[in-house]
């Protein structure tokens, strides 16, 4: 019998059954950077856009516990901006999104 062990947000890594006495988990469900510009917002709003009318982007709007909340963050590799899109996702919808989509995040 084998046992399937998720990657947690916090690093950590437990087992689908272990993951099921869990409460909901924040999960990073989308990263992109963006160079200096004056007003980094405006044009992160576009890409933020065209993520939430992806397949994944829907799935996560639709399932997330709450609604899902964008964060900017100074890159200083590249002396602009990284977004990062947060997400609370139930133990059994992580499960989902990890094997859907989280997985292809972590390459």
């Known amino acids: 019998m084998s046992t399937t062990v998720l990657p947690l947000p916090n690093g950590d890594f437990t087992t689908v059954e272990h993951l099921k ?17 004056d007003d980094p917002d405006l044009y992160a709003a576009e890409p933020l856009w065209l993520w939430q009318n992806t397949d994944m982007g829907k799935w996560i709007m639709a399932n997330a516990v709450q609604t899902p909340s964008w964060h ?28 859907k989509w989280g997985h292809e995040l972590t390459k």
């Open 72 to 99: 900017r963050l100074v890159d200083p590799s590249s002396f602009g901006w990284t977004y990062t899109i947060r997400a609370e996702l139930t133990p059994k919808d992580y499960t989902f999104w990890w094997f």
């Open 21 to 37: 006495s869990y409460g909901p988990l924040e999960v990073v469900v989308h990263t992109f950077r963006m160079g200096d510009v």
